[in-house]
């Protein structure tokens, strides 16, 4: 179902009738939509048409994971193992099986869908143009969504983590070794969880702890850093980082024979390497250009850019494609592990850098402006008991700074830069309003493990459990600095403002300081309902009933100085009008 056209009509009372505008056109790509439930679509939805799919026998690679054996898992194994991937099932003999050649052969090839993009389909069924009343139109093109690494760069960085663990499924790994090239800086995470889960602090419990290890050392044996639980309590959490010169070093854990103390250790960081960057085509489809035309035939194009100054895309893809993980078996699957999260305003893939240029109906250029943004990959979250795991379905934690503007330059038609704008912002440290996790609430997923067994004589299949935390945090921006040029791009004037949001019933913005040219500052404060200022007309309990109403925007009373002294003012008094139904609305009386 599309809408192809809107048409406005009047009532023309001088012959009684209907009178029609002209319409309002829609046109589409015509390239078919294949059914709801057909399997042609790519990772994130979007159709992709690719023969494999009918049939599902497409070919697909994955990557081995050599720190588990699996096959000695299935072979081991007391009930019948089968591992799901798309609509096939392979028993315990053809995975184990599966799984050897994979170790030998250093690579894994199954039979599966396709879910890569496919450019040639996926602007199925997208709008083109809109054909305007007036006789213009406008022609929308796109191309797909693209990305490098990271940053885009010729630099590739990579997410790197170390992990060591002492418990018995699916076996302990309790010392790994790691090189670093360079200084870096290290995130490490320690829990220590007790499967006994005893109720009191016995004498018993407190020596269960003793003796355990955990450290962080050079590989000469210099403890660098070593985790010491406090004996009192049941489980144990802790979190460090740490800046770490280039070197060799070991990281190790122990619960000394006490299976019931379950270990793990990880260390998380980002090496950055020398690379020849491959460009990935991602979900979806970006705007690349938008041609006005009026009903005189003048044209404007706009065209968007995505590269940067070495011809890279900026692209980021915020969230990883992930087609197996390991729970005591290897599961591998079509869709991805981990939801693919949408924090770059609901797309796939987000954009460090947007380059907007104008052009007339001749080519000529009318001037470019960059924009730059805040563009960071969501965060996976990982299962305490999986090492590098996630359980399917557990949705990422987002960078809530993304679609920020960090800067914006604006160039002339020769190119010449003629103004540019930098914006900072802050974090406001305030438990109720930056991160709910303070509170400790959570999420909750869970996954069902049929080759995970509940005890010894318990029955097969149990489930995992993951918590994740909902986060909400209040960035303000903080400062914004404006530099204006001459038209070639020479002799600056430059603008300093500050922000401050001094309220925090209302959040709103209290104050602007400007710090001109000239060196002169100005000053100019609000005041809401919350701040219920001196000088008005409005009684302490009105500005109550629009605080309690959750009316706390409009701007009471607003003053303005130049270097301290007053130079305008403006108060606006409101009302409240009572209707009687409930909705009782306030409106300004008089300024």
Do not use: C
């Not at 012959?15 to 709801?36: C, G, H, Q, R, W």
């Not at 019948?80 to 090839?109: D, F, H, K, M, W």
């Not at 009192?232 to 122990?254: C, H, K, Q, R, W």
């Not at 309990?541 to 629009?546: A, R, T």
Request: glycine content about 6%.
């Amino acid at each position: 179902l599309r809408l192809n056209k809107v048409t406005e009509s009047y009532w023309n009372s001088s012959d009684n009738s209907f009178v029609s505008n002209p319409s309002y056109i829609f046109t589409y790509n015509t390239t078919e939509l294949p059914a709801k439930t057909d399997l042609q679509s790519d990772y994130w939805g979007y159709v992709n048409a690719n023969v494999s799919n009918t049939s599902n026998n497409g070919q697909v690679d994955f990557p081995v994971y050599d720190f588990v054996d699996v096959s000695d898992n299935l072979a081991t194994s007391t009930q019948p193992q089968t591992i799901q991937y798309a609509n096939e099932a392979y028993t315990t003999s053809t995975v184990s099986q599966v799984v050897l050649n994979a170790l030998q052969l250093n690579g894994l090839t199954i039979n599966g869908i396709d879910r890569n993009v496919n450019p040639a389909k996926i602007q199925a069924g997208i709008l083109k143009n809109i054909t305007y009343p007036t006789g213009g139109n406008a022609a929308f093109l796109y191309e797909p969504n693209d990305y490098y690494g990271n940053y885009g760069e010729m630099i590739e960085y990579t997410d790197k983590t170390v992990s060591v663990y002492d418990y018995p499924i699916p076996g302990p790994i309790k010392m790994e070794s790691f090189t670093l090239t360079e200084e870096t800086d290290i995130n490490m995470s320690f829990e220590v969880f007790n499967t006994t889960h005893q109720a009191s602090y016995s004498s018993s419990y407190t020596v269960a702890y003793q003796g355990i290890k955990a450290e962080l050392r050079k590989s000469t044996g210099k403890v660098i850093l070593e985790y010491v639980p406090n004996e009192y309590m049941e489980d144990f959490i802790a979190n460090y980082s740490i800046t770490l010169p280039a070197g060799d070093y070991v990281i190790e854990v122990d619960n000394m024979t006490q299976d019931n103390l379950w270990m793990d250790l990880r260390l998380d960081y980002i090496e950055e390497s020398n690379t020849t960057l491959t460009r990935k085509l991602g979900g979806g489809v970006r705007i690349a250009s938008v041609v006005m035309e009026d009903e005189n035939n003048e044209v404007i194009r706009t065209d968007y850019s995505y590269v940067n100054s070495n011809g890279y895309s900026t692209g980021r893809l915020m969230t990883p494609i992930k087609s197996n993980y390991i729970d005591g078996v290897l599961f591998t699957m079509s869709n991805t592990v981990t939801p693919m999260g949408g924090s770059a305003q609901g797309s796939p893939v987000g954009y460090n850098e947007v380059a907007v240029s104008k052009k007339d109906s001749l080519g000529n250029s009318l001037g470019s402006t960059v924009y730059e943004y805040e563009n960071n990959e969501d965060w996976v979250v990982m299962h305490y008991l999986l090492p590098g795991e996630s359980l399917p379905g557990v949705p990422t934690t987002p960078d809530l700074r993304n679609g920020k503007i960090k800067s914006e330059k604006t160039y002339n038609a020769t190119g010449a830069l003629i103004k540019s704008s930098s914006y900072w912002y802050a974090k406001y440290n305030d438990p109720n309003v930056n991160d709910v996790d303070e509170y400790q609430i959570n999420a909750l997923t869970y996954n069902f493990n049929p080759y995970l067994t509940s005890g010894v004589s318990g029955p097969p299949g149990i489930g995992r459990y993951q918590f994740y935390h909902l986060n909400t945090e209040w960035w303000r921006l903080t400062s914004k600095t404006d530099s204006i040029y001459d038209l070639n791009g020479n002799n600056p004037v430059t603008v300093v403002t500050n922000y401050e949001y001094n309220n925090v019933d209302h959040k709103n913005l209290t104050k602007t300081t400007t710090t001109n040219s000239k060196g002169e500052t100005i000053v100019s404060t609000n005041y809401y309902p919350s701040d219920q200022p001196s000088g008005t007309n409005m009684s302490t309990s009105l500005f109550n009933d629009m605080v309690n109403d959750n009316v706390l925007n409009p701007v009471i009373k607003q003053e303005t100085t130049l270097d301290g002294t007053l130079i305008s003012g403006s108060i606006t008094n409101y009302t409240k009008e009572i209707n009687g139904s409930g909705s009782d609305m306030y409106l300004p009386s008089n300024i």
